[in-house]
């Protein structure tokens, strides 16, 4: 059974730097893009970064660009979002997700239980 | 960008109706499409790929259809565990997700 465990959330000032870390079992883990997505009540489902099954490529909305990074460790099994310069618009509640074939581009068949990020001062 | 636009934004329907539901994007998309069910509290759960297929273990009373810019998921059957919201979401850029629509018992 695939599981993805997300770490990381808490209430962070504007402008402060969180980190994000998604655990994943049950599949094997390099062959597998993954994704983060964010929800918030007011903008709904919105995509933030993928990452190749081999860390090599890595993407992200304009809304975060320059300011978060993703990364993972395959030894680990673990996927990681490194939030930097965080605003309050940033708050909300952020998954991990698997695409269903892989690839960095596609449809989120796996999907985390959510951690959230609350940017406030 | 492409942008989704979903319709109606909510619903109200009686368990055993039949209801559809539109998404459309804003610049053709092929069949790159699908189709989510989100509960309160959970996370989304993918219910239809490439436009039309059912996910594993989803039932068959719900099903997709559509190809370029419009799509439509339809519930032929609804049971109390379908009153819920639903997303659509296009693959062909990066997933943009359509507004919601949220489905509730009338």
């Known amino acids: 059974e695939v599981q993805l465990l997300e770490s990381g959330g808490n209430l962070v000032q504007p402008g402060g730097s969180q980190r994000l870390s998604c655990a994943a079992s049950?599949?094997?883990?390099?062959?597998?893009?993954m994704i983060w997505v964010r929800q918030t009540p007011r903008k709904g489902l919105e995509w933030v970064s993928s990452?190749?099954?081999?860390?090599?490529?890595?993407y992200y909305a304009d809304s975060v660009k320059g300011r978060f990074s993703i990364s993972r460790d395959n030894s680990k099994n673990t996927v990681y979002l490194q939030m930097n310069s965080l605003r309050v618009e940033d708050t909300a509640v952020y998954y991990c997700?698997?695409?269903?074939?892989?690839?960095?581009?596609?449809?989120?068949?796996?999907w985390g239980q959510g951690t959230l990020v609350t940017v406030s001062s | 960008d492409i942008q989704m636009t979903q319709s109606p934004s909510s619903v109200s329907a009686s368990v055993g109706d039949r209801i559809t539901i539109t998404c459309r994007a804003s610049?053709?998309?092929?069949?790159?499409l699908a189709w989510y069910q989100q509960r309160p509290g959970k996370a989304p759960k993918l219910l239809i790929y490439?436009?039309?297929y059912l996910q594993s273990g989803v039932p068959s009373r719900f099903s997709g259809s559509g190809s370029g810019t419009d799509f439509t998921l339809t519930i032929s059957s609804l049971q109390p565990e379908d009153f819920a919201t639903y997303y659509c979401?296009?693959?062909?850029?990066?997933?943009?997700f359509g507004q919601g629509t949220k489905l509730e018992i009338k």
């Open positions: 997700v698997r695409t269903r074939r892989g690839t960095v581009n596609g449809y989120y068949d796996s």
């Open positions: 049950g599949f094997t883990f390099k062959n597998y893009a």
């Open positions: 990452i190749s099954g081999s860390g090599g490529s890595t």
């Open positions: 610049q053709g998309i092929g069949n790159y």
């Open positions: 490439d436009a039309s």
């Open positions: 979401q296009q693959a062909n850029s990066f997933g943009t």
